[in-house]
């Protein structure tokens, strides 16, 4: 009779759950939901051996087990770290998990150009969405930017060097979906880039999967360049019998026009799977069946991660579970930009209404509020002092 396997009792931001050992910190924090998750550049979970590259996923590890409660000395890469019994982990509530991931993003803008405006990436972006929540609005960096000598890759997909982040995802999409291994990253450090062997792994029959992989604009499909922003069109879930792929797959429309076809993705970016497979899709697929009689339509297509590409799609958007005052139950949210814990000016106890006259500066002034109060009440200001002191430390 096979042995039950005990399940592993992790706490990732004050939330307790379990899960099978073996299970990654990043795994298990996906059970809970978007917030808690960190994000994930490099790691794709129908990759084999994906992960470890990016440094996005960090996390602190505040205890390593039940065994040894002793906290992990270095922010750890979640992609790669297993849970074990009784870890308790931190992720948007620890300080040095911001810090370094605000550093994370940082490095990986510095050679990220903002082309946004005129990327077919635009609004499905991963690093976008990453920029907005951890970037910096300014740059620090003052130095040239890496260029690279640009390289056609065939009739389907368009490389642009300098935005990719060399998560490698693409070259795990060239060996383990194309026949032949052809393609890698070749240099190190700056010079670091995706190797001229792609073209030669474009002709294979899977090769368009490495767009849909790619979490930036680096790899685009050609076929569509320039043509529309991603959020005016209309996803629509179709399928067609394709002896190569599972035939499963978003046709992105305008009107009855199909401008896109792209593997089904789900709320992490990534494609569904189908029977326990992923629905990978075949070039044929993705390149030659632009037209909507090609396709059966099964109707819109669930939009479930929170990005542009949800702009004007609120039927078929699905929110994402929100998680995070179960996290902050008891912490003072400063990680969130409480805008109060900086600014007296929109003090949500102050009511503008009651204030007689226009609102000047003295109105939002706590050292001046502490201080008229004194000033009309001598023998109170000590009791006085304290009690501000606690309401504020409630706040
Ligand atoms: S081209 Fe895209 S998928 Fe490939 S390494 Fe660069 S960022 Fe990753
Ligand atoms: S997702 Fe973990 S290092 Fe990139």
Same mark, same amino acid.
């Given at each position: 009779?096979?042995?039950?396997?005990?399940?592993?009792?992790?706490?990732?931001?004050?939330? *307790?759950?379990?899960?099978?050992?073996?299970?990654?910190?990043l795994?298990?924090? $996906?059970?809970?939901?978007?917030?808690?998750?960190?994000?994930a550049?490099?790691?794709?979970s129908?990759?084999?051996?994906?992960?470890g590259?990016?440094?996005?996923?960090?996390?602190?590890?505040?205890?390593?087990?039940t065994?040894?409660?002793?906290p %992990?000395?270095?922010?750890?890469?979640?992609?790669r770290?297993?849970?074990?019994?009784g870890m308790?982990?931190?992720?948007?509530?620890?300080?040095?998990?911001?810090?370094? $991931?605000?550093?994370?993003?940082?490095?990986?803008?510095?050679?990220h150009?903002?082309?946004?405006?005129i990327?077919? =990436?635009?609004?499905?972006?991963?690093?976008? @969405?990453?920029?907005?929540?951890?970037?910096?609005?300014?740059?620090?960096?003052?130095?040239? $930017?890496? /260029?690279?000598?640009?390289?056609?890759?065939?009739?389907y997909?368009?490389?642009? !060097?300098? +935005?990719?982040i060399?998560? &490698?995802?693409?070259?795990f999409?060239?060996?383990?979906? *194309?026949? #032949?291994r052809?393609?890698?990253?070749?240099? +190190?450090g700056?010079?670091?880039?995706?190797? /001229?062997?792609?073209?030669?792994?474009i002709?294979?029959?899977?090769?368009?999967? !490495?767009? @849909?992989?790619?979490?930036?604009?680096?790899?685009?499909?050609r076929t569509?360049?320039?043509?529309?922003?991603?959020?005016? /069109?209309?996803?629509?879930?179709?399928? +067609?019998?394709?002896?190569?792929?599972?035939?499963k797959? /978003?046709?992105?429309?305008?009107?009855?026009e199909?401008y896109?076809?792209?593997? $089904?993705?789900?709320?992490?970016?990534?494609? =569904?799977?189908? @029977?326990?497979?992923?629905?990978?899709?075949?070039? *044929?697929?993705?390149?030659e069946?632009?037209?909507?009689?090609?396709?059966?339509?099964?109707?819109?297509?669930?939009?479930?991660? &929170?990005?542009v590409?949800g702009?004007?799609k &609120?039927?078929?958007?699905?929110?994402?579970? *929100?998680?995070? =005052?179960?996290? !902050?139950?008891?912490?003072?949210?400063?990680?969130? %930009?409480?805008?109060h814990?900086?600014?007296?000016?929109?003090?949500?106890?102050?009511?503008?209404?009651?204030i007689?006259?226009?609102?000047?500066?003295?109105?939002?002034?706590?050292?001046?509020?502490?201080?008229?109060h004194?000033?009309?009440?001598?023998?109170?200001?000590?009791?006085?002092?304290?009690?501000f !002191?606690?309401?504020n430390?409630? #706040?």
């Amino acid at each position: 009779m096979s042995e039950e396997v005990k399940n592993f009792k992790v706490t990732i931001d004050n939330i *307790t759950l379990e899960v099978p050992p073996g299970t990654t910190i990043l795994n298990a924090a $996906r059970l809970l939901g978007a917030e808690i998750a960190p994000p994930a550049m490099c790691y794709y979970s129908k990759l084999e051996n994906s992960g470890g590259k990016c440094r996005t996923c960090l996390v602190e590890v505040a205890a390593g087990s039940t065994a040894d409660p002793r906290p %992990m000395p270095k922010l750890v890469a979640s992609c790669r770290t297993t849970v074990m019994d009784g870890m308790v982990v931190k992720n948007i509530t620890s300080e040095k998990v911001v810090d370094a $991931r605000n550093g994370v993003v940082e490095f990986l803008l510095i050679n990220h150009p903002l082309d946004c405006p005129i990327c077919d =990436q635009a609004g499905e972006c991963n690093l976008q @969405d990453l920029s907005y929540g951890w970037g910096e609005v300014n740059t620090r960096y003052k130095f040239a $930017r890496r /260029t690279f000598v640009r390289e056609d890759i065939g009739p389907y997909i368009q490389l642009h !060097m300098t +935005r990719c982040i060399l998560c &490698y995802r693409c070259v795990f999409v060239a060996d383990q979906l *194309t026949e #032949k291994r052809m393609h890698g990253i070749v240099d +190190r450090g700056d010079h670091a880039a995706i190797s /001229t062997y792609i073209s030669k792994a474009i002709d294979n029959d899977f090769s368009g999967n !490495m767009i @849909d992989v790619c979490p930036v604009g680096a790899l685009t499909d050609r076929t569509f360049r320039f043509k529309n922003r991603v959020w005016f /069109t209309k996803p629509q879930d179709a399928h +067609r019998d394709c002896e190569k792929c599972c035939g499963k797959v /978003t046709l992105w429309m305008r009107g009855d026009e199909v401008y896109r076809v792209t593997a $089904r993705k789900d709320k992490w970016s990534e494609v =569904q799977s189908y @029977d326990g497979k992923p629905g990978w899709i075949c070039n *044929t697929c993705r390149f030659e069946k632009k037209s909507a009689s090609d396709w059966v339509i099964e109707g819109l297509t669930t939009i479930s991660r &929170y990005s542009v590409i949800g702009a004007n799609k &609120y039927k078929v958007k699905v929110t994402p579970e *929100t998680t995070i =005052q179960k996290v !902050m139950g008891g912490l003072k949210p400063n990680l969130l %930009m409480n805008i109060h814990s900086i600014s007296d000016v929109n003090d949500p106890d102050l009511h503008l209404s009651e204030i007689p006259g226009p609102a000047d500066g003295k109105d939002f002034d706590i050292a001046n509020e502490i201080d008229n109060h004194i000033d009309e009440n001598p023998y109170e200001a000590e009791n006085y002092n304290k009690e501000f !002191m606690y309401k504020n430390l409630e #706040k």
